[in-house]
């Protein structure tokens, strides 16, 4: 047995025995026990990525830290410890700041790791990740999910990052990066997307908003605008101890194989802006909403007791052509839907915000009393004169052409499990994310993929930089077995007739998801045809940087403990 084997067996031993010690004090809050809608719905910090000279709007630099504090995610809890992005550990929150940019304006972000050596939650030595026994210090790295950017400045899993940089992971380049803002106005989010550890960091609070204005064609559409109707909302779900600490087990399915890492993260307490089941109180009139789903596995199937609608006016980073309302709307991990609410036709003081997902989607486990409350609107008696409005028609871009598609690409989805069938890792293409991109789409191009998801789970696949739209889910027809025994022996579509088997029921797009997305619910069984465009959306004209340098894009499944281990793999954009 080689050096690096026996260390490696000694680690999985004293993670393992680390894990049984600890669950002694795990403690759970029986979050069923916290009375809901008793803390305010915070407004998340907002700082701007421009600044203005004798009227002008002009590119700024900005420094924002990662810093270890204490935040309090419900009244009748105690502090926990997290971390958190701020200008400061004093302004630091969870979530972080909202960064507000304006189109065409350049915006520079020095992130900065403040954290310190060891990590407030267990992680798992045996998946690829950037911490290892001799790491001095906790690695990050920043993604701004749904920025087009240089890749450089696209926070690649490898270009992580200790305090004062003191270490720097393989693909690191510079300390400060670079978002051009050049793209269609809409929402973003940046998170934490260190190798292997992006689950744990995010779950320990590393993430915030980022929205991209464009006035000049935003104002025109009258939509509800101004701190106090246009709201950000980041939902997502924590457990907690009895001393307020966030709780993520020690111990995983599969123990002898990996120690701690387990194929989801489910906790039982609903956050909204860093509040557990927080309560608003709403004028009647209409409201902006813009959703952004930060859980690491969670799916969010939101819907009002009351019966109030949805307006959706955009979903992830663009806006639609035209409104489409609807009753409920099913969220995945990652995705963004941005709605407006029209509280006036409600015809009761209160609205509460509920989830009905199973988790995991969707097959799991239904909702219960905690989990299936998200946040309470307490609306105020008096009718009043709105001057929003939601247009017939919102912003258009030009039309997907499939008769100009470069290249067509098929992706498989897999899920390996061990002799007690429980899940070890997860691959796209059969591939780890270390093997040589395969996808490599050229700069301008549109390509079609067609996303295979041979696993009993919905998996969000989200792309860097480009974007897509959903043409079609189609099931795969019985004997489908042959078609997966095929498909885990040689990996190649074609081969195994897919055209033979994806000819099963289709299942109608969402109206309002079928527009431009970087995020989209990968049904199991199914076989989803996207359309993937690498260019500007808007004007369909080339980037405004060189997108072909190193270290790359990627793609990846979403659920955060999936895209870990290893379910994502690189992308490679050429000239």
């Known amino acids: 047995m080689d050096t690096r084997t026996l260390l490696l067996k000694l680690l999985i031993t004293l993670v393992a025995l680390s894990g049984c010690s600890s669950s002694a004090s795990d403690h759970l809050v029986n979050v069923s026990k916290l009375e809901k809608f008793v803390d305010e719905l915070p407004h998340m910090p907002k700082i701007l990525g421009y600044h203005l000279s004798d009227g ?6 900005l420094k924002i830290g990662m810093f270890k504090k204490k935040w309090k995610f419900h009244r009748d809890l105690a502090p926990a410890t997290v971390y958190a992005f701020g200008t400061t550990k004093h302004t630091a929150t969870v979530p972080g700041p909202t960064i507000e940019a304006l189109y065409g304006v350049d915006t520079h972000v020095r992130w900065q790791n403040h954290l310190p050596p060891k990590h407030i939650l267990p992680w798992d030595p045996t998946i690829p990740t950037a911490m290892t026994n001799s790491t001095r210090g906790i690695p990050t790295v920043v993604h701004l999910h749904g920025g087009i950017h240089a890749p450089e400045s696209d926070g690649n899993a490898n270009a992580w990052f200790t305090s004062k940089y003191n270490e720097r992971g393989p693909t690191w380049t510079k300390k400060t990066y670079h978002y051009p803002n050049n793209q269609q106005p809409g929402n973003l989010w940046y998170h934490d997307h260190a190798m292997g550890l992006t689950r744990v960091n995010l779950l320990a609070g590393l993430l915030g908003a980022y929205i ?20 950000t909302l980041i939902v997502f779900d924590r457990s907690f101890r009895t001393d307020g600490s966030i709780f993520m087990s020690s111990t995983g399915n599969n123990p002898k194989i990996h120690p701690q890492w387990q194929p989801e993260y489910f906790g039982d307490a609903i956050i909204v802006n860093g509040k557990a089941w927080p309560r608003l109180t709403v004028r009647r009139r209409k409201y902006r909403f813009r959703i952004i789903n930060a859980s690491n596995a969670r799916f969010f199937r939101f819907f009002f007791t009351n019966g109030l609608r949805f307006t959706h006016v955009a979903s992830d980073s663009a806006y639609i052509e035209k409104p489409v309302t609807t009753n409920e709307t099913l969220v995945g991990p990652s995705e963004i839907t941005d709605i407006v609410v029209d509280f006036s036709q409600s015809k009761s003081n209160l609205a509460i915000l509920a989830n009905d997902a199973k988790y995991p989607y969707p097959a799991g486990d239904p909702v219960n009393e905690a989990n299936g409350k998200v946040i309470k609107f307490i609306i105020v008696p008096d009718q009043e004169v709105d001057t929003s409005r939601v247009p017939k028609r919102l912003l258009e871009y030009p039309v997907v052409d499939l008769s100009s598609v470069a290249h067509t690409r098929y992706v498989a989805m897999y899920e390996y499990a061990s002799d007690i069938d429980e899940p070890t890792h997860l691959y796209l293409n059969a591939k780890p994310y270390e093997a040589a991109a395969t996808e490599t789409p050229k700069v301008g191009s549109t390509e079609v993929w067609y996303v295979i998801n041979l696993t009993e789970d919905n998996h969000p696949l989200h ?8 043409l079609d889910q189609t099931a795969l027809v019985k004997p489908d077995d042959e078609f997966r025994e095929c498909m885990k022996k040689i990996n190649d579509a074609v081969k195994c007739h897919v055209d033979k088997y994806a000819r099963g029921k289709k299942e109608e797009v969402p109206a309002h998801e079928r527009g431009w997305k970087n995020v989209f619910k ?5 076989v989803t045809k996207i359309a993937v465009r690498f260019s500007y959306i808007h004007t369909n004209a080339s980037y405004v940087f060189d997108a072909t340098t190193e270290p790359g894009y990627v793609y990846h499944c979403h659920v955060l403990d999936h895209e870990d281990n290893a379910m994502m793999r690189p992308l490679k954009i050429i000239k």
């Open 212 to 231: 991209i204005r464009h006035p000049q064609i935003e104002d025109p559409l009258g939509l509800p605008s101004g701190d106090e109707f246009d709201r």
């Open 463 to 470: 792309i860097h930089l480009g974007l897509f739209k959903v």
């Open 56 to 61: 002008v709007p002009k590119s700024k630099s």
């Open 522 to 526: 990968m049904i199991p069984g199914h």
